[in-house]
């Protein structure tokens, strides 16, 4: 299996600030990276697809970039409800997510 | 619009099997796609168990190929998840999903205790 790792696991910000999470695979996944956000008590939600194709719906300040093994998602400026956590997942092999790093406010 | 909808006990005992429902509505599940069962375990560990594509066709995480099957009706325009010889490390949330386009349930929790 590929290896997904994320970091932080947990990242405080405050309202405005640029914020960027990474994802680091153990092999080359070819930019085949997406980005979920999942809140509390809800099912993920598609925001990156394939590193920087961003899903319809989503706010522009979402972004991914990234290629071979380190990808990043960043958003331009948190608001309040950007607070979830945010799953990385490869789709190059088997597809396998990351552990997850949970965005707070400060 | 495409809906997902997990069903199923919430508590299994250790050694038996785990059986949940996916239902879909406002898609033929014959008419393409493929139809996932995704767990979240307690500490966030997301695990993509395996597929049932629109022509019937299965694929499986190999780590749980010996236990896992899933199949489906499509006189119901439903799928299932069977996962055998259940141990409390298969306590977790079970999501269905058509993950190409973004579809989820909204995902059962099930817990294995005896």
């Known amino acids: 299996d590929i290896q997904m790792t994320q970091s932080p696991s947990v990242l405080s910000a405050s309202v405005g600030d640029r914020v960027t999470l990474n994802c680091k695979a153990s092999?080359?996944?070819?930019?085949?990276l997406n980005w979920y956000q999942q809140k509390l008590g809800e099912a993920p939600k598609l925001l990156i697809y394939n590193t920087n194709n961003l899903q319809t719906g989503i706010p522009s300040r979402f972004s991914g970039s990234g290629s071979g093994t380190d990808y990043t998602l960043t958003i331009s400026s948190l608001q309040p409800e950007d607070v979830a956590t945010y799953f990385c997942f490869q789709h190059n092999s088997w597809p396998t997510f990351g552990a997850g790093t949970k965005l707070e406010l400060k | 619009e495409i809906q997902l909808q997990e069903s199923g006990p919430g508590l299994v005992k250790p050694s038996q099997s785990l059986s949940l429902t996916c239902s879909v509505t406002g898609y033929t599940i014959t008419s393409g796609y493929d139809w996932s069962w995704i767990r979240k375990f307690p500490g966030n560990k997301m695990e993509w168990m395996g597929y049932?594509?629109?022509?019937?066709?299965?694929n499986y995480n190999p780590s749980l190929k010996s236990r896992i099957s899933i199949t489906r009706d499509t006189s119901k325009n439903q799928f299932f998840l069977q996962l055998n010889s259940v141990t409390t490390e298969d306590t977790a949330t079970y999501y269905c999903?058509?993950?190409?386009?973004?579809?989820w349930g909204q995902g059962v929790m099930v817990t294995v205790s005896s």
């Open positions: 999903a058509d993950v190409a386009e973004d579809y």
């Open positions: 092999q080359n996944i070819n930019k085949y």
């Open positions: 049932i594509s629109y022509s019937g066709s299965t």
